[in-house]
């Protein structure tokens, strides 16, 4: 298996429960090897050794047996270009690919499961699934995990439960989160409120590539806050719980708006689709706000012959490593939204 940037992942595939508001479902679990300083205290020898571990541990039959072939890819060998790519993929967070030092990333072929290698812990396992997934993307970490687990000497403690860097993953080490569509909360204005009361739930709202992060294209990522003292399943069970009131308050909005509104609301969707099929420069934020605007059109079938899998692919087709990727040079700013404008009038026409 060779490491391919420009395939799809698995959560781009845009079918599954709640797929026309859930975008995508992520389990991650934070791991740390016994013995070893957390990888803000390491030096590069090391790191180096948590990699030859971890190296070493996915070729167990048993691991192999559980998800499938796992490759590690040393980040050293990979172009700064290469690493962004990763990240607009949701692959490795942005603190990982500036990382300087001995630093991997682990990812089947299908990219539903990867695991960075000294990040903030020494292994952060993830599994990305489309739709609303949850349960299933968490089966899929606990079989890794567990064939991990029995290769590697996890840090553990009886009362604690996993030791992790930071203290608000200690416990499961476990974070779910969701990415959802919501321009129909955003148009009502009823985003504000609804995304503010989650906290009290114990569920974070961030924006398109997590913490830190804004809200682009009307995209959100919900997950939990809270690690310690409540098991994998009541957490998963209670953001799957959250996702999916928060999609059926999205849908009543998306029905409110076509009814008082419907030809402004169909005229704005076709004057996306106008501008993304016409246009001859297109910066990734425009892109992105109106993809969203096509997307909720589709949904609502005002547009038709357009599939979700394509608006999903669209996504990180329109970001700027992934266009120098595929053009084969890097480019300029402008130079960039010419082809992203070029790119993205092909494709949905073509469809």
Known sequence: ??????????????????????????????RNLKGMPFPNLMNESQEAKVIRQVSQAIRSPMLFQAVGE???????????????????????????????GNKAVILRDDE??????????????????????????????????????NELDFAFDQER?????????VGTGLR??????????????????VLAALAKVGVAVRGLYGEGTEAQGNIFQVSNQITLGRTEEEIINNLSAVT????????????????????????????????????????SQEALQLLSDVRLGVELKILCDLDQRLLNQLMIRIQPAYLQLATGKEM????????????????????
């Not at 959560?11 to 995508?24: F, H, K, L, N």
């Not at 796992?70 to 990982?96: F, G, Y």
């Open 161 to 169: 439960g996993y030791l992790t860097a930071c203290p608000t993953n």
């Open 70 to 100: 796992l490759q590690l890819q040393p980040l050293r060998e990979l172009s700064p270009l290469e690493r962004l790519i990763l990240v607009e993929k949701h692959l490795i967070s942005p603190d990982l690919a500036e990382a300087e």
């Open 1 to 30: 298996m060779s490491l391919n940037l420009e395939r799809s992942s698995k959560w781009m595939e845009g079918s599954g429960p709640q797929a026309d508001i859930v975008i995508s479902s992520r389990i991650r679990l934070a």
């Open 244 to 283: 999916v009131q928060l999609a059926d308050q999205e849908r009543e909005a998306r029905q409110l708006v076509h009814r008082q509104n419907r030809w402004q609301l169909e005229d704005r969707v076709g004057r996306a689709y106008g501008v993304l099929t016409n246009a001859r420069i297109l910066s």
């Open 332 to 351: 300029t700013s402008f130079e960039r939204d010419v082809r992203r404008a070029t790119m993205v009038r092909e494709l949905l026409t073509e469809k």
């Open 176 to 193: 779910a989160s969701a990415m959802l569509h919501l321009p129909a909360l955003v148009l009502t204005k009823q985003a504000g409120p």
């Open 112 to 149: 539903a499961v990867s695991i960075m290698v000294n990040e903030e812990d020494h292994l952060r396992l993830q599994c990305l699934l489309p739709a609303l997934m949850l349960h299933e993307a968490w089966r899929l970490a606990d079989a890794t995990d567990d064939a991990l687990e």
